[in-house]
Structures are given as C-alpha cells and as structure tokens.
C-alpha cells in the first residue's frame, strides 16, 4: 500500500528556511516521479517542484526556482524539499505526491500523481 507522509512545516519568517520531508512506504523513492505541490488559502493546488525517476530529472516552478531544491534520500526512502528564502506568498499548505508509474519525468501537474499525502502547513509571516 502506497503512503506518503509530509513533516517539516511550521512558522517561519520572511527571508527564513524550512526542510520539508515526505517519506514513502509501499514502493521505492527512485522508482515513480515524486512531486510538491501547495494549495494556498482560497487558491488552487499547484506545482512547486517534481523530481524524475532520475535524479537530474528536476522541475521547479518559476516562483520557486533559485530558492527552493528537491532532493531524494534513497537510503531512508524520503524526498526533501528544500525551501530558503522563503516570502509571505509561499504560504499554503504543501503535499508531496507520487504518479504510481514509471514514466520518467512527468508534467508536474497535479492530475498526473494519483496517491498524496495529507499535507503540511508552511506559514511565512513576521
């Protein structure tokens, strides 16, 4: 049975950083694309940063890109997502989800990953 669980959220504030986790069960990191999405209040989820099957098979959204790194640790069976620098408008709640398939580097949308966690509430406030 594929789970996902998110950990690492809380307050932080302007310019801070957090280290989101999501550790897997039920399959292997290194086998179906992993991605992070957030859903900020009243918004819709969108992509933040997916990682391939391959570990140079990364995406991040433009918002994103220069301040936050996906990173996988076999090893433990857990996917990071590095946020620095984080602004007021990365507050949202944050999920990582898997696509349950082998396609290697699929669109990060959230319609192409199936199974999700329960989510992790990120706030950047002063």
């Known amino acids: 049975q594929v789970q996902l669980v998110e950990s690492g959220g809380g307050l932080v504030q302007p310019g801070g950083s957090l280290r989101l986790s999501c550790a897997a069960s039920?399959?292997?990191?290194?086998?179906?694309?992993i991605g992070w999405f957030r859903q900020p209040p009243g918004k819709e989820r969108e992509g933040v940063s997916c990682?391939?099957?391959?570990?140079?098979?990364?995406y991040y959204t433009d918002s994103v890109r220069g301040r936050f790194t996906v990173s996988r640790d076999n090893a433990v069976n857990t996917v990071y997502l590095q946020m620095n620098s984080l602004k007021p408008e990365d507050t949202a709640v944050y999920y990582c989800?898997?696509?349950?398939?082998?396609?290697?580097?699929?669109?990060?949308?959230?319609?192409?990953?199936?199974?999700w966690g329960h989510g992790t509430q990120v706030t950047v406030s002063s």
């Open positions: 989800a898997t696509t349950m398939s082998t396609v290697p580097a699929p669109a990060c949308i959230p319609s192409r990953f199936p199974s």
């Open positions: 990682i391939g099957t391959s570990d140079d098979s990364t």
């Open positions: 039920g399959f292997t990191v290194d086998s179906y694309a």
